[in-house]
């Protein structure tokens, strides 16, 4: 404690001359006040504009002041310009409230530099409870003013850095879906041509073995067509709903088969599978529906055809089964070993694991289709 | 016997024109014009008495099949019926077309679609099914869909 010099300060006798508080000079309590590294002060209130009538050694040392420049006059000489105007209304109503208040608040030194100030205000009330003082002390809080600002500066920076990332992103993901759609419609119109050129090929040509076998082709290759204009409808284009492809193409092929005897019957459950099982699944199911309608029915006496096609899709635990069916005439004639078609629908299951079976139905015959088909989750594109 | 249908098509890949020129005439149909841009479509709307026009979205001068649909809804010179490979592009509202026949269409998907318009044309609401591949806009939903579903 700094005994001596607060004592050989004139200034200091005056003061606690002043305060004609409780605690006399010589009090212990008085001089831990002086001497304490807090900056501390004492208004008094009961005097016209509630001037200093107290302020510690560092008090002093803060503000840059001697004592003889602050005792008796009211603290504002510490505001500047660049105080906040709700810092000093917030003190204006907490003296004339007689309450606490705890504010920070620019100040201005007497060298005219800036410190911020954590203000801490009291009322000191005697016994009988009327307003005596004000207590005040000042602690500078600057350096927690600057990483205070900083860290919102940088906050600022980094969600500015943010904004702009996640701008690139969207521009990004939407240059890549506008590419997207840009394949797809090239594909899409590239199918179109490559049925065009075929069915204007077929019509030049007279020999009915190769006119059906251009139809052929061109059922397989609408049956990739089809794959193509189901695969980008939905918004997720990794999936494919292979029970909506079975409905389009056994309606197309039976409607263009001409022959209204024959029926459809199908049992569809909805089931998706990944895309790039889109086509070898659709090209086998057409294999296997135009093969019925091609070889399983006996043209009747009258002309006309009559019969039914079935189709089946469900999927018990991880696997996925497609059964297709006719009332037709059965077996003998419908699984030549050595056709393409044949080959193709086998090349196809080995492709896709499938294991594939052929039964006689009596009447007809029953192929029964079975793949494994993973659980489809999010983001499985496997 | 139902009278058939006269075509006017704006489509910019000529393959395609001409490969659907034929399948409207096989169906019993016949094609007033082919236009292969916008500005050829406009002044081939007033020279012609389709009526059905198939357009395509994309056309030699870019995607301007909606307008051109739009400048034929304003004539109502004809029905619009869209054909494109870029079904996304069309506007909610379809811009007052019937529908769209969506790319790449089957051989048997175009010949349905062939009838159905000219049943919905000639006496609507057309009986048949809709064709699978083809898409009616909202508001022929509303007036052609089939009673029972």
Redesign the interface.
């Known amino acids: 404690m700094d005994w001596k010099r607060t004592r050989e300060s004139a200034d200091a006798w005056h003061m606690t001359d002043d305060l004609h508080a409780e605690h006399g000079k010589g009090d212990p309590f008085a001089a831990a006040i002086r001497a304490t590294r807090m900056s501390m002060i004492i208004t008094d209130p009961r005097r016209p504009d509630n001037p200093i009538v107290f302020a510690n050694d560092a008090f002093l040392r803060l503000s840059g002041y001697g004592r003889g420049e602050v005792i008796g006059k009211n603290c504002r000489f510490l505001q500047g310009p660049k105080t906040d105007k709700a810092a000093i209304a917030a003190i204006r109503a907490a003296i004339a409230d007689k309450t606490d208040l705890a504010v920070d608040i620019l100040n201005y030194r007497k060298d005219g530099s800036t410190f911020w100030n954590a203000l801490y205000l009291s009322p000191v009330s005697n016994d009988k409870g009327e307003l005596q003082f004000f207590f005040a002390s000042q602690l500078d809080v600057s350096d927690r003013k600057r990483s205070e600002h900083r860290i919102t500066a940088d906050k600022d920076r980094f969600e500015k850095a943010v904004k702009e990332r996640t701008a690139e992103l969207e521009a990004a993901l939407e240059a890549q879906t506008t590419l997207l759609?840009e394949v797809?419609?090239?594909v899409?119109?590239n199918?179109?041509?490559i049925?065009?050129?075929i069915?204007?090929q077929s019509?030049s040509i007279k020999d009915e073995a190769t006119k059906r076998s251009l139809k052929t082709m061109?059922e397989r290759i609408?049956a990739l067509?089809?794959v193509?204009?189901r695969l980008y409808?939905s918004k997720d284009v990794s999936r494919f709903d292979v029970s909506d492809f079975a409905?389009?193409l056994v309606?197309?092929?039976l409607?263009?088969s001409g022959r209204s005897g024959i029926k459809s019957k199908l049992d569809l459950e909805p089931i998706v599978i990944s895309a790039e099982k889109a086509t070898p699944v659709a090209l086998m199911v057409n294999e296997l529906v135009t093969n019925a309608l091609k070889h399983a029915f006996k043209e009747g006496p009258d002309g006309t055809t009559a019969g039914r096609i079935g189709i089946k899709m469900s999927q018990p635990d991880g696997h996925f089964n497609i059964e297709v069916s006719d009332d037709g005439v059965g077996m003998t004639d419908a699984s030549g070993d050595a056709s393409f078609g044949m080959r193709l629908i086998k090349s196809l299951a080995r492709q896709l694991r499938a294991n594939i079976e052929w039964h006689d139905a009596g009447p007809g015959t029953k192929v029964v289709i079975s793949m494994p088909n993973e659980p489809q989750q999010k983001g499985n594109v496997s | 016997m139902i009278e058939p249908l006269k075509i006017l098509i704006i489509e910019d890949e000529a393959l395609l024109a001409m490969e659907l020129e034929s399948l409207v005439e096989e169906a019993g149909h016949s094609v007033v014009g082919w236009a292969t841009s916008s500005s050829e479509a406009k002044s081939m709307v007033g020279s012609t008495d389709a009526d059905i026009a198939f357009v395509d979205i994309h056309l030699t001068d870019g995607p301007t099949g909606v307008e051109v649909a739009e400048y034929i809804g304003q004539k109502k010179s004809s029905v619009v019926v869209f054909m494109t490979a870029n079904p996304k592009r069309i506007p909610d509202h379809f811009a007052g077309a019937v529908g769209v026949i969506a790319k790449p269409y089957t051989m048997n998907g175009l010949t349905s679609a062939l009838r159905y318009l000219q049943e919905g044309v000639r006496r609507p609401p057309p009986v048949s099914t809709r064709p699978a591949g083809f898409t009616l806009s909202p508001a022929f939903e509303a007036v052609w869909a089939p009673p029972v579903a």
Do not use: G, V
Request: no cysteine.
């Open positions: 759609h797809d419609h090239r899409k119109n199918l179109q041509m049925s065009s050129l069915i204007m019509r061109l609408e067509s089809t193509h204009r409808q409905k389009d309606t197309d092929l409607t263009a």
